[in-house]
């Protein structure tokens, strides 16, 4: 299973998604981030992330931010969007009808059918990392025991 987690731009919340699952990956399986947009391409995650991230023994030091491509619809079997917005995104970039299959809202995973938004903390504190840290864990969770 190939899984590629993604918000907007690649620095806060599908880093830390990113990390967690990296962290409880069964074997065979990997994981990715990525933005729909590049605003940020190239960059370390947002600092307030890494700082989440360790808090929760997990290190996403060395991700680094990349845009979405179109390649990354055939390579990675499932495309997890924080929210509608990057929902809607991926599934306008889908360079095939049949490939918008892929893409499915994260929460779902742990609230079927719920259409749940991991917030964007980038505006806020670190409070709202901490959140986002605990929505996206417990949707790995539900996640893992589906498909492990």
Same mark, same amino acid.
């Given at each position: ?12 919340? $599908? ?7 990296? $962290? ?16 940020? =391409?190239? =960059? ?11 808090? #929760? #023994?997990? #290190? ?24 509608? $917005? ?10 095939? =009808? ?28 670190? $409070? ?12 790995? #969770? ?7």
């Amino acid at each position: 299973m190939k899984v590629l987690m993604v918000c907007l731009g690649n620095i806060c919340r $599908s880093p830390l998604a990113h990390g967690i699952l990296e $962290s409880k990956l069964p074997e065979g399986w990997s994981v990715d981030s990525a933005g729909t947009s590049g605003w940020h =391409e190239g =960059e370390r995650p947002d600092t307030r992330s890494i700082l989440e991230a360790k808090k #929760n #023994n997990i #290190n996403i030091d060395r991700q680094r931010s990349r845009p979405v491509r179109e390649q990354d619809f055939y390579d990675f079997d499932i495309l997890f969007a924080m929210d509608s $917005s990057n929902y809607t995104n991926l599934c306008n970039m889908a360079p095939e =009808e049949g490939l918008k299959r892929k893409v499915r809202l994260i929460m779902n995973e742990l609230e079927p059918g719920q259409n749940i938004q991991v917030p964007d903390p980038y505006t806020g504190g670190q $409070s709202g990392f901490a959140h986002v840290f605990e929505m996206l864990d417990g949707a790995i #969770n539900a996640f893992l025991e589906k498909h492990s």
